[in-house]
């Protein structure tokens, strides 16, 4: 499996407002990098928290990228993949359309009425008591035979994919603002490390919009 984390924050660093309404940091040359990333996945991963604030689609927009897909024997759109220890995400989410096929990740937690609704339009994948154990949600994913995996935020759970050594490589878009604000989402937040900081490789540097894309590897822990 190899997990490939891509975000746009502010030069800040800001994946939002404190309001954390979904906001277009990225310019359209960054979008359209954006949407081949996604067609080179097998699946988009995203945490509730990014369901709630933005109701992301999550597909490729491209036809030219579709059509790629399909003639390449794989379907139009990557897997969707929510992580939602208690079944938050609302029936009527863009993501649980028929788009494309979705996961929704949930705990032991999960309410079984929450269950049953989300049953109906998604493959359902229990890892974990209270909160989804990620080791194990994403050894279910990659037994589903997903293996190129792009993760899109928020930052709680960018976070706790760094924390659980998920990531291979961050992309991520700089855009000309300042956002600010203590309560706004950055691109890690979570807990915070305090010791064993995940360390970065430099891949490469590319200007883009008015802003850069900075790639990195991450190293073994
Ligand atoms: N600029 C950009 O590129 C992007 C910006 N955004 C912005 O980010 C914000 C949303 O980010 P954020 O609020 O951090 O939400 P996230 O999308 O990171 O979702 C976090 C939620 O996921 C659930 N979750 C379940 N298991 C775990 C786990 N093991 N680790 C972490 N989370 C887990 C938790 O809810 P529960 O306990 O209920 O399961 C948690 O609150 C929005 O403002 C959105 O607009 C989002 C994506 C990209
Ligand atoms: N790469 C990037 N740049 C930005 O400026 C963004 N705001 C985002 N947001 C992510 O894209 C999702 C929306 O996807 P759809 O257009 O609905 O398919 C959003 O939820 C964030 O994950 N990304």
């Not at 938050?88 to 309410?111: H, Q």
């Not at 309560?183 to 900081?197: Q, Y």
Request: aromatic residues 4%; negative net charge.
């Amino acid at each position: 499996m190899h997990v490939v984390v891509n975000a746009a924050v502010s030069a800040d660093g800001k994946l939002s407002s404190r309001r954390r309404e979904q906001l277009a940091i990225s310019g359209a040359d960054d979008f359209a990098r954006v949407d081949q990333v996604r067609a080179a996945s097998d699946a988009i991963v995203v945490g509730v928290g990014t369901v709630l604030a933005d109701d992301p689609h999550l597909t490729v927009k491209d036809e030219d990228l579709r059509e790629q897909r399909r003639e390449d024997g794989r379907p139009p759109n990557p897997a969707r993949v929510v992580v939602d220890s208690n079944g938050r995400t609302p029936t009527d989410a863009e993501i649980l359309d028929d788009e494309a096929a979705t996961y929704v990740c949930l705990s032991e937690a999960a309410p079984v009425d929450r269950r049953a609704d989300l049953a109906d339009r998604a493959e359902l994948i229990t890892a974990g008591d209270e909160r989804v154990d990620l080791l194990r949600a994403f050894a279910a994913l990659r037994e589903a035979g997903l293996e190129r995996i792009m993760v899109e935020g928020g930052g709680e759970l960018i976070f706790s994919l760094f924390e659980a050594g998920l990531v291979d490589e961050l992309r991520t878009f700089v855009g000309p603002n300042v956002i600010g604000g203590r309560d706004a989402p950055t691109l890690a937040d979570g807990e915070g490390f305090v010791a064993d900081f995940p360390t970065l490789d430099l891949e490469s540097v590319d200007r883009l919009d008015d802003g850069v894309l900075l790639t990195w590897r991450v190293d073994e822990r």
